[in-house]
């Protein structure tokens, strides 16, 4: 079945600095997803990428769908202790089920 | 608006016992999810419902897990009988309808712990 490979797996970061991350997959994906999750909370979807190419942002979030159609990246720009979390890439490929990456746990020194 | 709503919350089972889960979703939803997180991973598909009929079970261990949506609302997602390796958490989602798989809307979920 369909893969996404997330990485990193994991980031300890200084709160103010910028986070990037991003997905992988072998096949062709036509919408890509950003979600994150908190504790005990089921995930929220951050950011929808639609087309190739797209960059789209949502406050301090940009996401941009890649080229190829076989990945995404994510960044947090000035990154705060409410960032905290675990970030998922998500995609679907013509009406398929939803795909999730690994996740990327989000942990910021305040 | 009010959110997919899922009980109970927290369940520990003994392995070998039956344990079911509900999920209210958003309301007008036509398209329901259930999905299974273990620990570390992502959430993955379980089945899909639109309105009361399913769409895709392919990834629902079907010897154990069942799950219906009678009235195209409420569903429930039954285990019987449980092994340890279905300790994870069980996320319900809804969304407007089959095309608009992006736009899913997760419950807080159901974590399981089977002993």
């Known amino acids: 079945g369909q893969q996404l490979n997330q990485s990193p797996q994991s980031m300890f970061i200084q709160e103010g600095e910028d986070v990037s991350m991003n997905c992988t997959s072998s096949s062709i994906f036509n919408t890509w997803l950003w979600y994150k999750q908190d504790p005990g909370e089921g995930p929220v979807l951050l950011i929808a990428?639609?087309?190739?190419?797209e960059l789209t942002s949502n406050g301090r979030l940009t996401a941009q769908f890649g080229i190829t159609r076989k990945d995404s990246f994510l960044n947090i720009s000035a990154s705060i202790p409410s960032d905290v979390g675990i970030y998922f890439c998500a995609g679907t490929s013509y009406g398929n089920k939803l795909v999730f990456g690994a996740g990327t746990i989000l942990r910021v020194k305040s | 608006e009010a959110g997919v709503a899922q009980s109970p919350r927290y369940k520990i089972i003994e392995k070998r016992q039956s344990v079911a889960f509900w999920c209210n979703p958003i309301?007008?939803?036509?398209?329901l999810y259930w999905y299974q997180q273990i620990l570390g991973q992502g959430p993955k598909l379980l089945i899909q419902f639109q309105n009361n009929g399913v769409v895709d079970d392919s990834q629902l261990p079907k010897d154990r897990f069942s799950a219906e949506r009678l009235k195209g609302v409420d569903s429930t997602l039954k285990i019987q009988p449980a092994k340890l390796e279905d300790s994870a958490v069980y996320l319900c989602a809804s969304s407007l309808s089959y095309s608009r798989q992006e736009t899913q809307y997760f419950g807080p979920g159901t974590r399981l712990l089977v002993l």
């Open positions: 309301s007008g939803h036509a398209t």
């Open positions: 990428l639609y087309k190739a190419g």
